[in-house]
Structures are given as C-alpha cells and as structure tokens.
C-alpha cells in the first residue's frame, strides 16, 4: 500500500515541483475544457474492519460525466462519478460496492515551466465535494436478511492539481491530482437498527478521499478528443471503524469542445 501514497503524492505535488525552472512568460494551455463522459475498469481492493478485516478485491467499474469552462487564466470542473459492482470478493463470500461522488474544482494559472525538457502549464486551485461509499456484504442472518451494512459519507474540501504539456498540434499529456484535506464524514454501521452511526470532523490524516490521474489525449476533430489514461484512487477512514479502499484504473475518455 505505501508505494500508491507515494505515487499519489508525487502526482499531487508536481504541480509545485515543476515551477523550479521557469519557462519564458506567455499565455499557459488550459486543461481541454468542455463535456467530457469518461469509463474506467480496473482492479480494486478494500479492508472495512466493520464488516471484517479480510481484504476483499475484484473489479471496479467506473463511469463519469464532467463539464469544464476556461476564462483567462482561470477555471472550473464540475465532475460526477459512480462506481458499482456485486463481485468483490473474499474467497467465496461477495460484497456489493457502491461509490459515487459529486465533485466541483476550481484551477489557477501557475504560469509555464520545464518538466523533463518540455514547456508545462500548471494549475492550482480548491475543490469542493461529496462522496458516498456503500458496502452490502452478501451475508445472510437468521431469516434470510442482511444485518451488515456499512457506509460513509464526506462532504469535503480540498486541493487538486493538474498539468498539461503540449506534444504536438494534436497531442497533449495530462496529469491531475486531487487530495480532500478537511471534511464532515458521517460514518454508518448498521443502518437496520440505526445504530452505530458516528459523525465528525476529519482531516487529511484521520479520513480522506484523494487521486491522481496521468493520461495522452489525442484530438481526433477541432471540437472532438480521446484520452487514455491510468488512474489511482484511495479512500481512508481511520477515525471509527478502518476503511480502506484503493483502485488502481484504466480509463478511456471522449471529450467534445465548446
């Protein structure tokens, strides 16, 4: 598990990392702005000490849909996501995941600098969002009815990133990053009964939802793009009961440009 923090964090923070050699001033290239519907499939693991302290892994699905608009040397993405799956597994016992967030970015101008010799456009800014994670054990008590049931939810603010290096008229290389560093959570044990429910103010180190995101996309017309790309993602509650959940991503990407 350490070596997706430390690949989480360098994708976050090389936004910063970049700006110690500075290319000569001029007008930096936004992130590709525009309606952009994105798939993602990939492998997933997750801990919920709650229901057990057994890993379960298997397939995560995603699928998002996100509208960005760019004035001047500042922006904003407004992004929804939803993840589901009934074939998590831990031997022959399956759980239900269920994820979906509703997230809005704001981006500043960094200006331009060199990474690995080639001119970098950076962007900094805050994020604000909502995440819900659910997780249904298929585990049945006497009469046939599942007592287990765990879900979180963070209403969260935060800090995201991103860098765009122009390859070519055609081609871009993207890279993003989001980290959630203060949230309300609400942490929910038994929804059956209505007991176990907690709730709190939790930071970065005490329950977070971050990612990162590094990807080539490639503009099939003026206003039409694909992007290929790899994404990281890592929920972590250590508050209450642990939970930790990492999905590791391909995603495919088809963006129209307004």
């Not at 693991?45 to 998002?64: F, Q, V």
């Not at 509703?102 to 969002?129: C, I, T």
């Not at 819900?132 to 979180?152: E, H, K, M, T």
């Not at 939802?209 to 590094?214: N, P, R, T």
């Amino acid at each position: 598990m350490k070596r997706y923090l430390v690949l989480l964090a360098a994708c976050i923070c090389c936004s910063t990392a970049v700006l110690d050699a500075q290319a000569p001033a001029g007008q930096p290239t936004p992130p590709p702005t525009g309606l952009s519907i994105q798939y993602g499939f990939g492998q997933y693991a997750m801990r919920d000490e709650y229901i057990s302290k057994e890993r379960y892994s298997g397939t995560l699905p995603s699928l998002s849909a996100d509208w960005s608009r760019f004035h001047d040397k500042w922006g904003y993405r407004l992004k929804l996501e939803f993840r589901h799956s009934s074939e998590i597994k831990n031997h022959s016992i399956s759980t239900e995941i269920l994820q979906a967030a509703w997230l809005q970015d704001y981006m500043y101008s960094l200006g331009r600098a060199v990474l690995f010799g080639k001119e970098a456009h950076v962007y900094l800014g805050p994020s604000f969002g909502i995440y819900f994670f659910l997780n249904n054990p298929n585990i049945a008590a006497q009469g046939g009815l599942s007592v287990d049931l765990s879900q979180a939810t963070l209403l969260f603010l935060g800090l995201n990133s991103d860098v765009v290096i122009p390859m070519g008229s055609k081609l871009l290389v993207e890279g993003s990053g989001r980290v959630s560093l203060l949230s309300i959570g609400i942490r929910s044990d038994d929804v059956l009964d209505g007991s176990g429910v907690s709730g709190g103010l939790l930071t970065a180190f005490s329950g977070a939802i971050a990612s990162a995101e590094l990807g080539i996309r490639y503009r099939i017309l003026d206003k039409l793009s694909v992007k290929a790309a790899g994404m990281l993602q890592i929920l972590n509650i250590s508050k209450w009961n642990p939970l930790l959940a990492v999905s590791d991503n391909l995603t495919l990407t088809l963006s129209y440009h307004l």
